[in-house]
């Protein structure tokens, strides 16, 4: 695999490792390791928003990716799930979705694989792109009435079910 295969691989190995860091305690979640996958996994749904699924847009002359849909479904259904406090239902959840959205990403044919095929010479502009993407802004989690709620609809609206 290529570069920028790896790369984003690897963003996801590191990625699960802090979800398992935060939730690998007797009680309740770690709020370290959360803070630092929450503050990732928005990062990586940037590149993959902003940069990776445009790209292939346009080097396919206007046609999207396979699954993008479903990768736009599923990056809005994480994101909601980020934005309550954590527990473990919530992560469980957030564990469902990486399970089936990981591999429309990384498995064979996937959006990685179609990236690398694609980027041609653009290849290292790319890959400097995604290392480059700046940090998004991350909010204070929002514990009002009804905030889960408007989780779950995300979540089922992505055709999951919520473990909740």
């Known amino acids: 695999m290529g570069g920028i295969y790896k790369y984003l691989f690897g963003d996801h190995q590191r990625l699960d490792g802090l979800l398992?860091?935060?939730v690998d305690v007797k009680e309740g979640i770690d709020t370290i390791p959360y803070a630092e996958f929450r503050k990732g996994l928005l990062r990586h749904i940037g590149i993959e928003e902003?940069?990776?699924?445009?790209?292939?847009?346009?080097l396919q002359s206007g046609k999207q990716?396979?699954?993008?849909?479903?990768?736009?479904l599923d990056h809005g259904a994480l994101v909601a799930l980020l934005v309550p406090p954590p527990?473990?239902?919530?992560?469980?959840?957030i564990r469902l979705i990486l399970k089936s959205h990981n591999s429309l990403e990384e498995g064979e044919g996937g959006l990685y694989q179609l990236m690398e095929r694609l980027a041609g010479d653009e290849i290292n502009d790319m890959m400097e792109k995604m290392k480059a993407?700046?940090?998004?802004?991350?909010?204070?989690?929002?514990?009002?009435?009804?905030?889960?709620?408007?989780?779950?609809?995300?979540?089922?609206?992505?055709g999951y079910k919520a473990r909740f």
């Open 20 to 22: 398992s860091s935060a």
């Open 133 to 158: 993407f700046p940090e998004v802004p991350v909010l204070p989690h929002r514990d009002m009435p009804g905030i889960l709620d408007v989780t779950r609809r995300a979540v089922e609206r992505a």
């Open 50 to 58: 902003k940069l990776v699924l445009p790209a292939i847009t346009r």
């Open 87 to 93: 527990t473990h239902g919530i992560v469980e959840t």
């Open 65 to 72: 990716a396979e699954h993008a849909r479903r990768i736009r």
